[in-house]
C-alpha cells in the first residue's frame, strides 16, 4: 500500500539554524500538508499546497517557514531561523483531491530546537 | 474560538469488550470528520471517515456515528483488541477548505 514518507525522523538543531524537512507523499496525491504536534498536545495544521502554491495556512505558519515542492516528488518544509518553541513532531499528509478525501500522513519528523 | 473536543482523555477497556470514543465539535459548518490512530512514535493513520450528509458509517470492526443536532461524534470499536490501544484522534473539515482540526484525543488503553 502507498504511504507517505518524511525524512529526517530526528533532527536536532541550534537555534537560529535553517531546517528542511522532507516529505515524499503518495505518488498520484495532488494535495499536500504540513501539521505539527508539540508533546502532549493537539496535532495542529500548519499549511495547504496544491497546484504549486499555496492554498490554505494557518497563524502559525508565519514568514519564517516556506514550502516548496522542488520536483514532482519531494515536498518539503523550511524553518528559516528555528526557534525552541519550533521543538514538535512535523507531519507530512497528502491527499487526492479536495472536497473531504482522506488525508494520509506520514510518520512524522521530530524537531528538537536546542 | 471554535474547536474539536473530546470528553474522556483515557478510556481502558478489557480485550473482547467494546469501545467507544466520543468527540465534541461546535462548528454546525464542518462537513466531513475523521478518526485518526496514532501509536507512540507514528504518525496518525486513518481509520473511518463520516460527511456530514450521513450519520452512521460502518468499516472493519468501527463504526463512526455522527448526530448533527448535538455535535457529537463517535467511534465504536467492537472486540477490542491489544493491537488498538493508542491516541484517538477525531478531525474536522470545515466548508470547502482542506485544513483539518484535530481534537485534544483519547488514549485507549486494550487490558488483556
Known amino acids: 500500500e502507498p504511504e507517505v514518507t518524511q525524512t529526517p525522523s530526528h533532527q536536532v538543531t541550534q537555534m537560529g539554524q535553517e531546517v528542511i524537512l522532507r516529505c515524499v507523499p503518495i505518488?498520484?496525491?495532488?494535495?499536500f500538508y504540513w501539521y505539527r504536534q508539540i508533546l502532549g498536545q493537539k496535532v495542529e495544521f500548519l499549511v495547504s499546497?496544491?497546484?504549486?502554491?499555496?492554498?490554505?495556512k494557518s497563524e502559525i505558519f508565519d514568514d519564517q517557514f516556506s514550502v516548496e515542492r522542488p520536483d514532482g516528488s519531494n515536498f518539503t518544509l523550511k524553518i528559516r531561523s528555528t526557534k525552541l518553541e519550533d521543538s514538535a513532531m512535523y507531519f507530512c499528509a497528502s491527499c487526492l483531491k479536495a472536497g473531504g478525501d482522506t488525508q494520509y500522513f506520514g510518520p512524522g519528523t521530530r524537531l528538537t530546537v536546542l | 474560538g471554535e474547536s474539536v473536543g473530546l470528553h474522556l482523555p483515557t478510556l481502558s477497556v478489557q480485550e473482547g469488550d467494546n469501545s467507544i470514543i466520543n468527540c465534541a465539535y461546535s462548528?454546525?459548518?464542518?462537513?466531513?470528520f475523521i478518526w485518526y490512530k496514532q501509536e507512540s512514535g507514528k504518525g496518525p493513520q486513518f481509520i473511518i471517515d463520516?460527511?456530514?450528509?450521513?450519520d452512521k458509517r460502518q468499516g472493519q470492526r468501527v463504526t463512526v456515528l455522527l448526530n448533527k443536532t448535538v455535535k457529537h461524534l463517535s467511534l465504536q470499536i467492537a472486540a477490542t483488541q491489544p493491537g488498538d490501544s493508542a491516541v484517538y484522534f477525531c478531525a474536522e473539515k470545515v466548508n470547502a477548505g482542506n485544513m483539518l482540526t484535530f481534537g485534544g484525543g483519547t488514549r485507549l488503553m486494550v487490558k488483556p
Open positions: 462548528n454546525s459548518a464542518s462537513d466531513y
Open positions: 505518488s498520484n496525491h495532488l494535495y
Open positions: 463520516i460527511r456530514s450528509n450521513m
Open positions: 499546497f496544491y497546484n504549486n502554491e499555496i492554498s490554505e
